[in-house]
């Protein structure tokens, strides 16, 4: 929902439409006994332009750059925005969204693991 907000290519009612399509989804899944786990993987800006940057750099990363993510980058603000926006909406207490630092793959990788693991475990 961040990108189609940010580019303004959905309006408001089709923003809430898809909101609640999201919920009620979420909704379904959790009656049905699905454990829901969502990861917003969170990068500075710094480290998504030093990201980038590499994709150019290196030219076994190549494959992995296109010219619409510097536009994206020029729209850091936005996106945050949008994020915050997004963040602050009514959520499911079976669908919470953990915030993970991502800057160091390592630790994001850590992290999540240990979100899943721990869901295994209550399940």
């Not at 480290?47 to 619409?68: C, G, M, N, Y």
């Not at 945050?80 to 602050?88: K, V």
């Amino acid at each position: 929902m961040l990108v189609p907000r940010v580019l303004d290519s959905i309006d408001d009612a089709e923003c809430e439409r898809c909101y609640r399509h999201i919920r009620e989804f979420e909704s379904l899944l959790a009656d049905s006994g699905t454990t829901i786990i969502k990861c917003f993987l969170h990068i500075s800006k710094n480290e998504q332009r030093e990201r980038l940057q590499a994709r150019i750099d290196d030219p076994t990363k190549h494959w992995k750059f296109d010219v619409s993510d510097l536009e994206a980058h020029k729209l850091w603000g936005a996106y945050e925005t949008a994020y915050e926006i997004c963040s602050a909406r009514p959520r499911l207490i079976n669908a919470p969204w953990y915030i993970i630092p991502a800057n160091s793959k390592t630790h994001r990788n850590v992290m999540v693991a240990e979100l899943l693991l721990a869901a295994r475990c209550r399940a």
